[in-house]
């Protein structure tokens, strides 16, 4: 028998490599890159399906890759992180069929998340473009399952560390990525090499507007709260006496590479959301932040982000620094803002023609578009750009509610769970989060896109930290 499986496998090996050549020596070695790829691909495949587990980490790297990691199907734009996603989702269900398991994680979001669905499967009634409002509604849906997926496959302490791991190094990277972007458009490199969206490169500004791997730079501006966030909150844990973690200055060095590349987006609204997220852990970690030396690392990384973004900022001209001060701090001209105050009125108007059911998920840039039907190719769907008013606008008040009901449930029970937390840790992790996370609420106050996955995966992580904690704190 051992002797018939060892000839099978020279066998197949012989084969398989007779193949290759056969491929390179009629397609070249481009062909052998694509047959690699194709068995890596059904490798993660099977890993997934084997522990749905490794697709959270491996979406947990892809997060930031919304625009550099995506392709054009049917003219629609499909992420490699939604592909991941979607198997990691489908792994976990097979998996609880054929477990027979009928127990879930706790998860307080659960019905409010229903109602919300509910909600907006109901204002499609007022939809004039249906088939915008139906895929929406679908992934929204396809999101929020992310939140509900994660907490019921993060089964430990162990498996969180290693996801965020992954998530600073992944933002590590595409945070080096952003810089080069910034550099080499400064120096001339075409929009083909730095990756760089036409109208943020400096033809624009006279300096680039960096959103590395993501769609736009507000996007990018809020992905990057989740590690600064974790950054911040971990480098004050100062867990110099445990092998486990990365040295405290490595964090600093982190926090400061993303304040940097945050800083370069010239996103007003990431920046009223890193307000927020560092006050809110300076609120909660207040007696760790109130010593000499702490202060002074603090104060360097302030110093250093400030410095680094004038002097990289120099590199691209004369005038460079006072146009992004202007554009930085103007708050009621231009011609962004101006475009903003026309949403917002036109959002208003249309909530109190329809304030019971809304619109229709997805439909306002079809209302106050010229043709319902037709989509924008310059401009793609107007969106109100308050996240706030575009749910009052397209679910009525009952989906603005819901939604502030989902953000109180979320923040009130990480409250509960930093009080009671006994692991440092889990502690320190779960103040970085909820950190990130209220900084995106205010910076919603400047957008509106709700199926946005880093944002679900945020919540997902939160109500997994939660559930390490007061779970174990119950038994």
């Known amino acids: 028998m051992k002797n018939s499986l060892t000839w099978l496998f020279w066998i197949a090996s012989l084969v398989t490599a007779a193949l290759f050549g056969l491929a390179v020596y009629y397609f070249g070695w481009w062909a052998l890159a694509l047959v690699f790829g194709i068995i890596f691909v059904f490798a993660v495949f099977l890993a997934i399906i084997r522990n749905p587990i490794f697709g959270i980490y491996w979406v947990a790297f892809l997060l930031p890759f919304e625009r550099i990691g995506s392709f054009e199907l ?78 019921n496959l993060i089964k430990n302490k162990n498996q969180l560390y290693k996801i965020i791991l992954i998530l600073l190094g992944s933002a590590l990277l595409v945070s080096v990525f952003g810089l080069y972007q ?32 993501a769609f736009e730079p507000l996007y990018f501006a809020n992905y990057l709260f989740i590690p600064i966030g974790l950054s911040l909150s971990l480098f004050l844990t100062r867990f110099k006496n445990d092998n486990r973690f990365i040295k405290p200055l490595v964090f600093l060095g982190l926090l400061l590479l993303f304040s940097l590349n945050l800083i370069l987006t010239l996103s007003r609204g990431g920046y009223l959301g890193l307000a927020i997220c560092g006050l809110a852990i300076i609120i909660f970690l207040f007696k760790y932040l109130w010593q000499p030396q702490i202060i002074l690392f603090f104060t360097i990384v302030i110093i250093a982000s400030a410095f680094g973004a004038i002097w990289l900022l120099q590199k691209t001209g004369d005038e460079s620094l006072d146009v992004f001060s202007e554009q930085a701090t103007s708050f009621s001209s231009g011609v962004a803002v101006e475009e903003r105050f026309t949403t917002y009125e036109q959002g208003w108007d249309l909530f109190l023609r329809h304030p019971i059911l809304g619109i229709g998920v997805g439909n306002f840039g079809p209302q106050v578009n010229a043709y319902e039907l037709e989509f ?84 997902g992580l939160i109500i997994t930290c939660q559930n390490l904690i007061l779970v174990k704190n119950e038994q």
């Open 74 to 151: 049917s003219g629609t734009t499909v992420r490699i992180s939604q592909l991941v996603t979607l198997l990691a989702i489908f792994a976990w269900l097979f998996a609880l069929v054929r477990q027979n398991k009928k127990t879930f994680a706790a998860n307080p979001l659960f019905p409010w998340l229903c109602f919300l669905l509910a909600i907006f499967a109901l204002s499609l009634i007022n939809a004039v473009n249906l088939p915008r409002g139906v895929m929406v509604f679908i992934f929204i849906a396809f999101v929020m399952m992310v939140s509900i997926t994660i907490p």
């Open 182 to 213: 910034f550099l080499g458009d400064a120096f001339g490199l075409s929009a083909n090499l730095t990756g760089l969206r036409e109208h943020y490169t400096s033809e624009v500004f006279g300096f680039p507007r960096i959103h590395s791997t």
């Open 376 to 459: 924008p190719e310059d401009t793609g769907w107007a969106i109100v750009n308050n996240e706030y008013l575009e749910l009052l606008t397209e679910s009525g008040v009952f989906g603005l509610l819901c939604f502030l009901i989902i953000a109180a449930v979320l923040l009130s029970r990480s409250l509960k769970a930093i009080l009671k937390a006994e692991d440092k840790f889990l502690k320190f992790v779960l103040i970085g989060l909820t950190a990130a996370f209220l900084g995106t609420l205010f910076q919603y106050l400047t957008f509106s896109t709700l199926f946005i996955l880093h944002i679900w995966f945020l919540i």
